[in-house]
């Protein structure tokens, strides 16, 4: 188990990990010497890893309950941290639950308890409830990107899940932005915060405004995607109505492309990331669902096509781009007499030269549905496929 730097070093050599950042360093010695921890990062900086390395170190191997609570704000990300421990292969079982799928695999899985579980508010609310395992053992409680955990577990589940957690010794929060308040209930007095958000690390975000000639920005939107060829972005968007609107317009401008939004089923949400993710597409037109919290690549833009309501989520769309040491750049389109929000800075207003069609994507993605229980294997479908 992970209670030695060997160990440790084990374990980062299984992730292809070979040094920490600094964020990471000081965070590790942080929360293992401090009750209460808050870390404050950029997406893409590592957070992830700067809270489990320590959460596995303080686990014992003897126990045979849930020992660390993970809570997150979507479904995506508990499958990502569920993912990141695996490959991690400290020993320790997680499990990650969430609302959106049969509540019965949920009991399947807590039936072999795991030592770390990872879970959406409510769904985790409603297991503390049901008394599905026990939380005398659970010392350790991370809430990952915790002002939108907030936000979803606001009717009470939060608050509900913390009154479940007696023997809590180990808090640890993390955001990708500043500024939210922490209710009183968490118990986060005498808390270490680290902050690594800095000038220098928003600085590599150029912000351009292009003027769509009318209220409609469709034609607008598809000349800009020309103009930017076929690097990865997001176009961002409110509402489902407006991202099922753009699809079906880029479908007919023949310009790959795939959605994300809260009203997909998760199998096809997971389908979009995968697509983004291995090439097959480079535009993703999403909801603010999107702008944290998915392992995705770098992406070199993003375009909000509609302004959020809120200054947060204009900066968490922003934070897709210009992560860590790469630059990138966020297009506002601006429609015909639209009035933006007061929070949006001066940016540069640039008039868009199309500079050609975009070339076709090169890569197609195919899902087989099949695999050893159907006692198809890899060699099987690459043999298919050479023939």
């Given at each position: ?9 084990d ?23 401090n ?105 350790t ?11 979803v ?25 500043q ?30 405004t292009i ?9 607008t ?18 509402r ?137 294997s ?10």
């Amino acid at each position: 188990m992970a209670n030695s730097i060997k160990e440790q070093q084990d374990i980062l050599e299984k992730l292809k990990i070979y040094t920490l950042n600094p964020m990471q360093e000081e965070a590790l010695d942080v929360i293992t010497n401090n009750a209460n921890t808050i870390i404050i990062s950029p997406t893409g900086t590592g957070k992830t890893l700067a809270f489990l390395l320590p959460l596995i170190a303080a686990l014992d191997p003897e126990s045979k309950e849930v020992q660390a609570l993970i809570i997150v704000p979507s479904r995506e990300l508990a499958l990502q941290i569920e993912q990141v421990i695996r490959n991690m292969g400290s020993g320790y079982k997680a499990n990650a639950i969430y609302g959106g799928r049969a509540i019965s695999k949920d009991k399947i899985e807590l039936k072999h308890t795991p030592a770390i579980l990872i879970g959406t508010p409510g769904r985790l609310s409603d297991h503390f409830e049901q008394a599905r395992f026990t939380s005398k053992e659970i010392k350790t409680l991370v809430i990952d990107e915790y002002d939108i955990s907030f936000e979803v577990g606001a009717d009470g589940d939060m608050r509900n899940i913390i009154n479940h957690l007696p023997n809590i010794t180990k808090r640890i929060l993390t955001s990708a932005t500043q500024g939210t308040s922490i209710p009183s209930y968490f118990k986060m007095e005498n808390a270490v915060t680290l902050n690594s958000i800095t000038k220098e690390s928003s600085s590599k975000l150029v912000v351009k405004t292009i003027l769509s000639p009318s209220k409609n920005k469709h034609n607008t939107l598809v000349a800009l995607l020309h103009h930017l060829g076929n690097e990865p972005g997001i176009v961002f968007c409110n509402r489902k109505e407006r991202i099922e609107d753009l699809s079906r317009f880029l479908d007919k401008k023949n310009i790959a492309h795939t959605c994300f939004h809260a009203g997909m089923e998760q199998r096809d949400r997971e389908r979009a990331l995968i697509k983004l993710r291995n090439g097959s597409v480079s535009v993703l037109i999403a909801s603010d669902l999107a702008s944290r919290g998915l392992d995705i690549p770098e992406m070199k833009y993003i375009i909000h096509y509609e302004i959020p309501d809120a200054y947060l989520e204009y900066t968490h769309r922003n934070g897709r781009t210009a992560r860590v040491h790469a630059k990138g750049t966020a297009y506002l389109i601006k429609g015909s007499n639209e009035v933006f929000p007061e929070f949006i800075e001066k940016s540069k207003v640039e008039t868009l030269t199309i500079t050609g069609e975009r070339k076709p994507n090169y890569w197609t993605t195919l899902f087989i549905s099949g695999g050893r229980k159907d006692k198809i294997s890899k060699g099987d479908i690459a043999g298919l496929f050479f023939k």
